[in-house]
């Protein structure tokens, strides 16, 4: 630990990384929910159990922050982990519709794998500390199997009581983000949002598949990778990773309680949320690009870039970094466009997407936002 409290500077380890590309699985399967349940029901399903699975890998990211996974044992346990949340990724499709059980069962195996490594940490503090919230986590994966097995309105009530309470219990706790290495922190986020943006990408490599490769098909392609590609600027930009690093330990510093959690917790499920809906409303819109859309689909397009736009800025916020208001621009224009895929067609709304993305972020290069740490 350094002078300030801050945990000393550590790369992401590499297995970590492997860890993250295991875990955008579940991205993937989240845009299946969406792709086949175009409706609010779809929506909210998608919502609480990304919202269930979200408090388990920040757990994971703040245990490999805090408790390295620099050896043997460690790191078997980490591919423990892994194997945990693919099996919970393959449940995640027809969770509501039968395999919940064994979506809660394998989350049960995610909360025990992550609480061992934690309890068995050699530095004294830290498995206190953990010791008493571990049975607090167990608790809230026992009601994710019940309502699995449960099935019906029970699973509905149990999994959207288990994703609340997960995410009110740390306000009752004493705030430990000052224990976490900023570097670390900022770095594993921003790594697990460039590849959650890949599936947009991926989704755009499944809705060309659709056609034979023609002139239509590369320049529907072609929008969908400026859409993808407005995503990457919004988060990453010029030196945003720097600014977040700073705003974290700034944030700390000036008594900001929470940072951690205000900061990458559940404000991540709507950024992951947003990466979500696009990757299906590409999807979809590159497929017919000639066919009006339904409304859903529409809004899983515009509102998925808002979403993902405004999630950002909140996160942004809770560091001190400010919020750029032409951002809020971009987001609403981004809604906007739904009408266009209803009315005429996807892929006018893709193009139009396309447009207000490039535009936005044009407009904004043209007057800089002082995007300082205060």
Same mark, same amino acid.
């Given at each position: 630990? #350094?002078?300030?409290?801050?945990?000393?500077?550590?790369?992401? #380890?590499?297995?970590?990384? @492997?860890?993250?590309?295991? @875990?955008?699985?579940?991205?993937?399967?989240?845009?299946?929910?969406?792709?086949?349940?175009?409706?609010?029901?779809?929506?909210?399903?998608?919502?609480?159990?990304?919202?269930?699975?979200?408090?388990?890998?920040?757990?994971?990211?703040?245990?490999?922050?805090?408790?390295?996974?620099?050896?043997?044992?460690?790191?078997?346990?980490?591919?423990?982990?892994?194997?945990?949340?693919?099996?919970?990724?393959?449940?995640?499709?027809?969770?509501?519709?039968?395999?919940?059980?064994?979506?809660?069962?394998?989350?049960?195996?995610?909360?025990?794998?992550?609480?061992?490594?934690?309890?068995?940490?050699?530095?004294?503090?830290?498995?206190?500390?953990?010791?008493?919230?571990?049975?607090?986590?167990?608790? @809230?994966?026992?009601?994710?199997?019940?309502?699995?097995?449960?099935?019906?309105?029970?699973?509905?009530?149990?999994?959207?009581?288990?994703?609340? #309470?997960?995410?009110?219990?740390?306000?009752?706790?004493?705030?430990?983000?000052?224990?976490?290495?900023?570097?670390?922190?900022?770095?594993?986020?921003?790594?697990?949002?460039?590849?959650?943006?890949?599936? $947009?990408?991926?989704?755009?490599?499944?809705?060309?598949?659709?056609?034979?490769?023609?002139?239509?098909?590369?320049?529907?392609?072609?929008?969908?990778?400026?859409?993808?590609?407005?995503?990457?600027?919004?988060?990453?930009?010029?030196?945003?990773?720097?600014?977040?690093?700073?705003?974290?330990?700034?944030?700390?510093?000036?008594?900001?309680?929470?940072?951690?959690?205000?900061?990458?917790?559940?404000?991540?499920?709507?950024?992951?949320?947003?990466?979500?809906?696009?990757?299906?409303?590409?999807?979809?819109?590159?497929?017919?690009?000639?066919?009006?859309? #339904?409304?859903?689909?529409?809004?899983?397009?515009?509102?998925?870039?808002?979403?993902?736009?405004?999630?950002?800025?909140?996160?942004?916020?809770?560091?001190?970094?400010?919020?750029?208001? $032409?951002?809020?621009?971009?987001?609403?224009?981004?809604?906007?466009?739904?009408?266009?895929?209803?009315?005429?067609?996807?892929?006018?709304?893709?193009?139009?997407?396309?447009?207000?993305?490039?535009?936005?972020?044009?407009?904004?290069?043209?007057?800089?936002?002082?995007?300082?740490?205060?």
């Amino acid at each position: 630990m #350094s002078e300030n409290g801050q945990a000393t500077v550590t790369e992401v #380890s590499r297995l970590e990384l @492997f860890f993250d590309l295991v @875990f955008v699985f579940t991205i993937t399967q989240f845009t299946t929910v969406l792709e086949q349940r175009p409706s609010l029901t779809g929506v909210y399903q998608a919502a609480v159990m990304l919202a269930i699975v979200w408090w388990m890998y920040g757990g994971y990211a703040w245990l490999t922050n805090l408790v390295p996974p620099d050896r043997g044992a460690r790191r078997a346990a980490m591919v423990a982990g892994m194997i945990s949340y693919l099996v919970l990724a393959l449940a995640i499709p027809d969770a509501f519709e039968g395999k919940g059980l064994e979506f809660g069962l394998a989350y049960l195996l995610v909360v025990l794998v992550h609480g061992g490594l934690f309890t068995v940490s050699t530095e004294v503090r830290l498995s206190t500390i953990y010791r008493g919230f571990f049975p607090v986590n167990i608790a @809230f994966a026992l009601m994710v199997v019940a309502g699995g097995a449960l099935g019906g309105d029970g699973q509905y009530a149990l999994w959207t009581l288990a994703a609340v #309470s997960a995410w009110i219990s740390p306000h009752l706790i004493a705030d430990q983000s000052r224990l976490l290495g900023a570097h670390h922190f900022v770095e594993r986020h921003a790594l697990v949002v460039l590849v959650a943006i890949g599936e $947009s990408v991926v989704a755009v490599g499944i809705g060309a598949n659709a056609h034979g490769v023609d002139a239509g098909t590369l320049v529907t392609i072609a929008f969908g990778m400026v859409i993808s590609a407005g995503l990457w600027w919004a988060y990453f930009g010029v030196g945003d990773d720097e600014l977040r690093q700073r705003g974290f330990v700034e944030a700390i510093t000036a008594g900001r309680r929470l940072v951690a959690l205000g900061a990458f917790g559940l404000v991540f499920v709507a950024v992951l949320g947003g990466v979500v809906a696009v990757a299906a409303g590409l999807q979809h819109a590159i497929a017919h690009p000639g066919h009006e859309v #339904s409304a859903a689909q529409a809004l899983y397009l515009g509102g998925g870039v808002a979403l993902f736009v405004l999630a950002d800025q909140l996160s942004r916020r809770a560091m001190l970094m400010g919020v750029r208001p $032409s951002r809020m621009l971009i987001a609403a224009a981004a809604v906007a466009t739904a009408p266009v895929g209803v009315w005429l067609a996807g892929g006018a709304q893709e193009a139009l997407l396309a447009a207000v993305v490039v535009t936005g972020f044009w407009l904004e290069s043209r007057a800089p936002f002082e995007a300082k740490a205060v």
